[in-house]
């Protein structure tokens, strides 16, 4: 019997999902927009290093004003250097000429943030895009993990960008005609949690909900909220993490190979300007935003079909990579317990 109806069911219960989907896709508000940077004024925090200044030397070659918002003068003053001679190679075949500034701040401080925020549309005008790349972590343990550690994350992951949203939304409003953007950093820690990121997950997972609601909150005022998920990207801070990541985090992480900066900033301004929520960077993050849409929204219905389809295949999937992981974690807690001796 099986056989006979078996492909059939399984082939018109597929149909049927597609079709839910598509009704339900067109009866939603949110539909995905496009995001224009050129001849924007673009706002990128973390800016000085790593994949901000990637996005800033792609974004000003494209022809942005890019203000460029990070804590070290000498770095900014280096940064702005770096993109201004991009642009100028990319000026040749046809790119467009830099127009960067830079404005020291630090994210943790409301008044900071507000006052570079202040300055750079003083110079260049309401803000169209706001990339919101910067970000810390502290890889280890949670029992080797200080209160301070967990502060200092949180604060520059979580509140550093509700500083700066706080800073920059007035002047995102003014920026009338064409669909603003915000487009914060989480990561694939912020997707899953993994052994050793208890303070960096907690913070990444939460942009999560600030995102979710702040989309619904701007939605009239055709602002469009974008949540970046890296994986682990050849920036500075990863190689810092290197050095104090635990070796049970290493062996966990261990299967997937870290991006470079330029691949990831790449990916990331392209979602922007499609105006995606979720942005993935490679396939294994693909396959993560597929398992990992639950009530979070979707503009692209393509994207909502295959989670539709594609969702309880890759929780079977996620249950085997979680066996692993557990077992990788049992068998190695005795020798770290041991080594601690």
Not at 9 to 24: M, N, P
Request: with cysteine; charged share 15%.
């Amino acid at each position: 019997m099986w056989a006979a109806w078996g492909v059939p069911v399984v082939v018109v219960g597929a149909l049927a999902l597609l079709f839910v989907s598509l009704i339900v896709y067109l009866w939603l508000p949110l539909r995905a927009v496009a995001i224009p940077i050129k001849g924007r004024h673009m706002v990128v925090t973390g800016g000085s290093s790593g994949i901000g200044l990637e996005i800033a030397k792609l974004a000003a070659a494209e022809g942005a004003r890019v203000s460029l918002v990070a804590r070290d003068e000498r770095k900014l003053a280096d940064a702005k250097n770096v993109v201004t001679e991009y642009c100028r190679q990319q000026v040749k075949g046809g790119g467009a000429p830099a127009q960067v500034n830079t404005y020291s701040a630090d994210v943790k401080n409301f008044g900071s943030v507000n006052a570079a925020i202040e300055a750079a549309v003083s110079d260049s005008g309401v803000i169209g895009v706001l990339v919101l790349s910067h970000g810390i972590s502290v890889v280890s343990r949670f029992e080797d993990q200080t209160v301070q550690d967990f502060d200092h994350v949180i604060d520059t992951n979580l509140k550093g960008n509700i500083h700066t949203i706080k800073a920059a939304l007035p002047h995102i409003k003014a920026s009338n005609g064409a669909p603003a953007s915000i487009s914060m950093f989480s990561s694939q820690a912020g997707q899953v949690g993994v052994y050793g990121y208890a303070a960096y997950s907690a913070s990444k997972f939460a942009l999560r909900g600030l995102a979710e609601c702040l989309q619904q909150e701007l939605i009239d005022r055709n602002i469009r909220l974008s949540l970046v998920y890296p994986p682990d990207t050849m920036t500075p801070g990863y190689v810092e993490d290197q050095k104090t990541m635990p070796e049970l985090t290493a062996k966990l992480s261990g299967s997937s190979k870290a991006m470079d900066s330029m691949s990831v900033a790449r990916a990331t301004l392209a979602g922007l300007k499609a105006g995606n929520f979720h942005i993935y960077c490679n396939l294994e993050g693909f396959a993560l935003s597929l398992l990992c849409s639950g009530m979070g929204p979707q503009p692209s219905l393509w994207k909502a079909m295959a989670e539709v389809l594609i969702m309880g295949v890759l929780r079977v999937v996620a249950l085997f990579i979680q066996r692993d992981w557990y077992a990788v974690i049992l068998q190695s807690k005795p020798k770290e317990a041991q080594a601690k001796k």
